[in-house]
């Protein structure tokens, strides 16, 4: 075990709020609501970039500085225990499920699961060969938008329900080789929509979860919910697996660089239980995560024109209407822009990356015991106006290479462009594993909508304050108008 150098102040002494005999800093989280990231975030502007904090009786320091948290990747076993290693209630209702994927393991477990599944997902020639399946899905996206916004008397389109199916039915594109279609919901499979709503409500019933401990000596309504809905995610995708067996067996190709998810592991020998226990693990790490993302940067070009007229202005001189693909990524500089300008500006959840160390680690001067749930909080340093010049403001421009060069010595204005600050994806052995396949996803369909549509904020004088139930959201989430724009000769 590392010994604890000799400087470093003691883990009592780290800055935090007031912590109360059993509840701990639980008050200030009260009655807020979904309004938790504006607990953090006066933490951060009251003690600075590590604070120590305390709920029901766990001790947690949040660290907001990416150069310390660094050091927690580096300190890092080969097992890290990850966001989901504290979620008790998924370890009780994945005791008597069939199967429990590598999200729901630890240990060497979790590492043997994780190395088979990301075979299938996370390399780059694996996430680019899913990119045509995204791109037709990412089109039938489209036409049924333009549908949505011709009914509607101004263009409006309602987009918080359709963000969902829209993620889910990217996913399902890379995963079964088809989008199931939710996005038109009278003409999809229930079960289908079933399926998705079962799989963002047990994760929503998870977070909520987290803050009644209780609930698991009591099960409460919540705690029967999420577990009926994690059998409803099991009880479809079984079904979906079973027609991904028969496919193969009615002579469907598959190899290493071709054929979805779902039918490249039942090729590859893996147990069609076990295809369907990572299917379902996948899917509800992707559906609320993606969508959004999804839903910040439509509201961030809607609510930007300028920003949004320059981003069209790229696509069409490149891309001139065609689909996108990793090769023409790298002359989409304002584009690459855009999407860390909205991850900047809007942060989806900044308390998905924790970790627990095997041993002591000394942060921001402090030494923290092994074993300490130390999480990081990549959102709030970059709201901060010492860091980043104008915060509040939309500007994608200050992405761009030649405005990150010009701070590359500076630094305090360099970290913004810490690798740590860079994605939404996390980072280390537990990092998200479908961080390429949403890249394509996210990439495919801003390239599509903004190719084929002006969006704009209609009416024009519209507010809204920012929850966080779980990922963020503009709330109430606006009406976007999208407006069908002049066809761009094809150069597809
Ligand atoms: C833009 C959308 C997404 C965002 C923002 C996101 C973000 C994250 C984050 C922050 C983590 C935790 C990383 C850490 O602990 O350091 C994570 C883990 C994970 N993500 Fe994603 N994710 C997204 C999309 C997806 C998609 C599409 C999939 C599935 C194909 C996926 C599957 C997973 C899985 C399975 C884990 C857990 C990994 C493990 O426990 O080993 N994610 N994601």
Redesign the pocket.
Known sequence: MRSIARLDRGFHEIPGPKQWPLVGSLPDFMGQGPGIHRVHKAYYLKYGPIVRINLLGNQEVIVYDPNEYLKV?RQESNF?T???GDLWMVHEIFKTRPYK???Q?QGIE?QQK?RE?QKY?MSPAVAASYLDAINDTAKKVSSRIDVLALSSKSNQVELKQLTKYI?FD??CS??LGKSLNTIDPANADPRDLQMVEDSSGSLNRTVKLMEKPYAKYIPTREYKECESMYQGVDRRGHELVQQAVQDLENGLAVSDETGP?VHRMLAGGVDPVAVNGELA???????D??????LWLLLNLATHPAAQQKLSSELDSVLGGADYTKEVQAKLPYMKAVIRES?RRNH??PL????RLDSDISLCGYNIPAGTRIT?NGADIQQDPKVVENAERFFPDRFLPEQVALRQHDKTLSTLDHKLLA?????????????R???S??WALICRLLQDFELRLDPPNQTWDIAMPFMTIADPYPSISFIRRAQTPSKA
Not at 289 to 294: E, F, L, R
């Open positions: 990747f890290p990850g966001f989901v994927s590598f999200v393991s979790w994780r599944v997902v993620s990217l996913f890379a995963a998810i693990a996948l899917l509800g790490a992707s559906v995560t993606t969508q959004h993302v999804i991850h989806t959840n998905l990356t924790m970790r990081f994605t939404p994806f996390g980072f280390g052995a537990r990092m998200c594993v479908g961080a396949l949403a890249e996803e996210v």
